[in-house]
């Protein structure tokens, strides 16, 4: 399954009260969104879940050609209904996926994840707007990822003295939205051996990941912004996050009811 359009992740399209106005005059009002956009066009992650499983399907893969849907409450809501999912955890730029040179590794009955991860940000890289994140999931090790999360999750809590900036954004909301979530997991310093349980996990979990140097948002300004991505493990979440819609919605997800 391969979805077009635009994305704000795992968050519900209730919990937006002001979504950025920059955000709304680029995007087109009959273009369907998951979240974020508040119109008749806007789905929750929750209801594509829900519409696979009612028809009895599982996918190989659901690949996202839309923003903001590579986060662990999304992966998560999607577990039981697909093996994998493709997606970026930040702003996917106008052209999309390159289907022309990459489609090729996702045409078979064992789709190549890594040479399709590789092969799309490989073509930002060398185009005139090289900002790109993308990763391949595998779902079916969500419920492990979540043990090992709920374990650390009931040892340890982010420092206050961890200033939230530290910790690797991968949007352009104001206050960020999405964070990486190795480098979250790091800033709340667990133990060597449950880091290093976790890291396991996690090479079990990421079938591909690769990123740009920078990222792109065009939330905030008419020519748009860009930032440095130092760090990108395949996954953002939003745990950290004071933005109001995390704080708003976060707690309501499987995700979080899984791991706190």
């Known amino acids: 399954l391969i979805i077009g359009g635009h994305g704000t992740g795992w968050n519900n399209i209730s919990d937006w009260t002001d979504y950025p106005n920059q955000a709304k005059r680029k995007a087109a009002l009959k273009t ?78 064992a789709p190549n994840y890594s040479g399709f991860v590789n092969g799309v940000v490989n ?61 979250y997991i790091d800033s709340l310093v667990p133990s060597g051996s449950l880091k290093d349980k976790y890291t396991s996990q996690m090479k079990l979990t990421i079938k591909a990941a690769a990123h740009t140097e920078q990222a792109y948002t065009a939330l905030m300004s008419y020519r748009g912004a860009t930032f440095k991505v130092k760090n990108y493990c395949g996954l953002s979440i939003s745990d950290p996050s004071q933005h109001s819609v995390a704080i708003k919605g976060r707690e309501k997800t499987g995700w979080w009811k899984a791991t706190h």
Not at 157 to 172: C, E, K, N, R, W
């Open 123 to 183: 073509f930002y890289k060398n185009s005139s707007n090289p900002f790109c994140n993308m990763a391949a999931i595998d779902c079916r090790q969500m419920d492990n990822l979540a043990q090992v999360m709920k374990e650390i999750n009931s040892k340890y809590t982010l420092s206050s003295s961890v200033p939230l900036d530290s910790i690797q954004p991968l949007d352009g909301f104001s206050p960020n939205l999405f964070y990486d979530m190795s480098v």
């Open 32 to 109: 369907r969104s998951f979240g974020g956009l508040d119109n008749t066009y806007a789905i929750n992650v929750s209801s594509l879940a829900q519409a696979i499983e009612t028809n009895g399907i599982k996918m190989q893969y659901i690949l996202f050609d839309a923003c903001y849907m590579g986060n662990v409450e999304t992966a998560y809501e999607l577990k039981d209904v697909t093996n994998f999912m493709i997606s970026s955890s930040s702003e996917i730029m106008g052209a999309g996926v390159p289907y022309k040179t990459t489609w090729s590794y996702l045409n078979s009955s």
